[in-house]
């Protein structure tokens, strides 16, 4: 979808569709006042006769209303005018957007702006109608037969009565960007586990720094055992599909500037291992990548906007699969750090490739460090599908990822990292175990992760209950793209 900025009164402008905002009680947007003048005050006729209720997110289209210009006029209800909170809206734009889709409409305009929602501006409102725009008429059918038919609509202009500000510019073109970036997160999620192998986001990976002129290396397993990777190796050793390490690097901004590193766990597949998850939804294991396909959405969204900011991208890729040659519970390896690890569980494995990854970031001379996994099923169990867990050993960074999770409304909460549960991973035979037990599995598993991270400041992102839905809407949400690059945006000042 393609999107621009217009300034013109809603009742003038042309086109497929003008969408304007109502709230209750006949209360409307300065848009649909506008409107409702140029027409005869037909929207208060509908108000009167109880046709247009401004019901959060109830919409109503209009065909060929004399007064506008456009051939349809869609109403979206936006509820008690002065109660509109961020949720409502932005249920609302979806609302009227998949109204939009349904239409054979090919061009929508989009007057939002004047949404007036709590804590919100107009360039809020603008960037997050582009995010939602891109995620209804999302369509993941690249491997049916016959893909279905392609949205009708492919261009939405958000539009205004009053000026278009720089502000509001900048932040369109930076959710459309964005919006790139989820779509990739998304298309790499929902690939299976048989095309999606760690040799295909090597590829990708490496299609994305062409592109984009970034630096892309990707190592071998020879390389990682010269580098002494024992961890990350160990989960690969079940499976016939080679482990690949990918490094990205995307240089934007002063060359003496540290750069941010972001590392996403790339389980192609997670069958468990000898440590075999039972059978019921185990497909969607395939999404055990979602912390590596963040990474790249989120290098597209910062070099499509060509972001001032140095960034490296970091991605263990590998598949976790039983065989005779996989790892056994009970096996010790060494970690690239030195540090022994008794795996008790072969199926806690995002930790064994992440702890090398966490290593490896080291080189980089980060000036901090967010890695992206979906870790634990606890996480799900404690946090739902609302809210990615966030972990790490620096408050000053977990409050800039958890005030941009809520800027980008792709938000996270905060777990304790207490020195206390680290005593739940001491091993009788080895440095640590790679298991804490039930309790506070999220937090364990971070403890984990955080004897690899010691150098640097360190924040851990568990999107295992966002980074995709189940169900009859099952597919992966490009989660937490928005909320990685708006933390980059925001540094980048
Ligand atoms: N990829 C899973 C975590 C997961 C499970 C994400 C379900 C989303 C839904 C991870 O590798 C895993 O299997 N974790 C184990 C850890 C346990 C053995 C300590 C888990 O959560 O059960
Ligand atoms: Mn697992
Ligand atoms: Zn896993």
Not at 252 to 256: A, C, I, N, P, T
Not at 280 to 289: R, W
Not at 419 to 426: C, I, K, M, V, W
């Given at each position: 979808m393609e999107f621009s900025t217009k300034q013109l009164g809603p009742e003038k402008q042309t086109g497929g569709c003008v969408i304007v905002g109502v709230y209750e009680n006949g209360k409307f947007t300065d848009a649909a006042k506008a409107l409702d003048k140029a027409c005869g005050h037909a929207l208060t006729a509908l108000v009167t006769r109880g046709?247009?209720?401004?019901?959060?997110s109830s919409t109503l289209l209009l065909q060929?209303?004399?007064?506008?210009?456009?051939?349809r006029v869609l109403l979206v209800g936006l509820g008690k005018h002065g109660a509109l909170d961020s949720k409502t809206a932005l249920e609302a734009l979806r609302a009227a957007l998949r109204a939009a889709l349904a239409t054979p409409a090919s061009d929508a305009t989009l007057y939002c702006t004047d949404w007036e929602v709590a804590g919100r501006d107009a360039a809020w409102l603008g960037a997050q109608a582009v995010l939602a725009a891109a995620d209804v008429s999302?369509?993941?059918?690249?491997?049916?037969s016959k893909p279905a038919e392609?949205?009708?609509?492919?261009h939405l202009t958000l539009a205004t009565g009053g000026k278009v500000s720089k502000k509001l510019e900048t932040a369109i073109a930076q959710a459309a960007a964005t919006a790139q970036g989820v779509g990739l997160a998304k298309t790499l999620g929902n690939l299976p586990g048989n095309v999606c192998t760690p040799t295909y986001l090597a590829e990708q990976a490496l299609a994305l720094g062409k592109s984009h002129g970034l630096k892309v290396q990707v190592l071998e397993q020879a390389d990682m055992e010269k580098l002494g990777m024992g961890s990350f190796l160990s989960v690969a050793r079940g499976s016939v599909q080679p482990p690949k390490l990918i490094s990205l690097e995307y240089h934007?901004?002063?060359?003496?500037q540290k750069p941010v590193v972001l590392v996403g766990k790339g389980?192609?597949?997670?069958?468990?291992?000898?440590?075999l998850k039972p059978g019921?939804?185990?497909?969607?294991?395939?999404?055990?990548?979602c912390g590596a396909a963040s990474v790249l959405g989120t290098f597209q969204a910062v070099a499509a906007m060509k972001l001032p900011i140095n960034l490296v991208g970091i991605i263990p890729t590998c598949e976790n699969m039983p065989s005779g040659t996989a790892t056994k519970p009970g096996d010790i390896v060494t970690s690239m750090s030195g540090q022994t690890i008794?795996?008790?569980?072969?199926?806690?494995?995002g930790r064994l490739i992440l702890c090398d990854a966490l290593t490896y970031a080291a080189k980089f001379k980060p000036d901090c460090v967010v890695d992206i996994a979906t870790l634990t099923g606890a996480c799900v169990i404690a946090l739902g599908h609302v809210v990615s867990g966030l972990l790490g050993n620096d408050d000053e960074l977990a409050a800039e990822l958890l005030a941009a999770g809520e800027q980008s409304w792709d938000r996270a909460w905060r777990m304790p990292l207490y020195?206390?549960?680290?005593?739940?991973?001491?091993s009788n035979f080895a440095d640590m175990q790679n298991i804490g037990g039930r309790a506070g599995g999220t937090i364990t598993a971070a403890c984990f992760l955080a004897r690899f991270t010691k150098d640097y400041r360190w924040a851990h992102l568990d999107i295992a209950g966002t980074a995709w839905k189940s169900g009859k809407?099952?597919?992966?949400?490009?989660?937490?793209v928005g909320l990685l690059t708006q933390f980059l945006i925001n540094r980048a000042g």
């Open positions: 046709d247009l209720s401004g019901k959060a060929q209303l004399s007064g506008s210009a456009a051939e999302y369509r993941s059918d690249s491997l049916k392609p949205a009708k609509l492919t934007g901004g002063d060359k003496k389980i192609t597949f997670d069958t468990g291992g000898i440590s019921a939804e185990m497909d969607e294991m395939k999404y055990d990548m008794e795996i008790l569980n072969t199926d806690a494995e020195e206390d549960y680290q005593t739940l991973l001491d809407e099952k597919g992966g949400t490009g989660r937490p």
